[in-house]
């Protein structure tokens, strides 16, 4: 259930981010080969996804695309960081990005090394999302996750770039992924 639902998420979200020239009024559905609704993106800003239980319920999350500027140190859930988007530590000397080329990379730019790599490279229109439910996952165009924490279950989760050089996935004030 987490792979479909991150799948739906990421499609949905690619969808959004790289569909077509369509008016920013537009309502855009997406449906599985059962027919059933998956995703829709209202005003090319929110995302919606939907998803099932065995049982055939639906639920649906949402999902916004996350807009950066030069003070965001953390990603909070159902955010996500597009291709050249990147988040900093606090002191700013450690930056989280997802390069051009869809490797996420932790730089220090004291020196500009690489502190840690997802070796995710030759990945174009990648996105790398924190779902709602508190998965941190970085998807291909054809909605593949390429790189997941595998922390579903936390949808309070966000993402710390913290000044230390660790990057942290927090539920609260508990951890429950490291780099």
């Not at 499609?11 to 080969?33: M, N, Q």
Request: proline letters at 4%; glycine letters at 8%; aromatic letters at 8%.
């Amino acid at each position: 259930m987490r792979r479909i639902r991150g799948a739906i998420l990421a499609a949905s979200a690619a969808a959004l981010l790289l569909g077509s020239a369509a008016s920013a009024e537009t309502t855009r559905y997406f449906y599985d080969a059962m027919g059933r609704l998956i995703g829709s993106t209202a005003d090319r800003t929110q995302i919606i996804a939907h998803y099932y239980d065995p049982a055939d319920n639906q639920t649906s999350l949402h999902a916004k695309p996350t807009i950066l500027s030069n003070t965001h140190h953390n990603l909070q859930s159902g955010a996500m960081l597009l291709q050249g988007q990147s988040i900093n530590s606090d002191d700013g000397r450690f930056l989280l990005t997802l390069q051009e080329d869809g490797n996420v990379v932790l730089y220090d730019t004291s020196n500009w090394g690489v502190v840690w790599q997802t070796n995710t490279p030759r990945t174009q229109g990648a996105i790398f999302m924190l779902g709602p439910d508190g998965n941190l996952a970085l998807y291909d165009p054809q909605f593949h996750p390429l790189w997941a924490t595998n922390t579903a279950g936390h949808p309070n989760a966000q993402l710390s770039v913290q000044s230390d050089s660790n990057l942290v996935l927090y539920d609260g004030n508990t951890p429950i992924w490291t780099r």
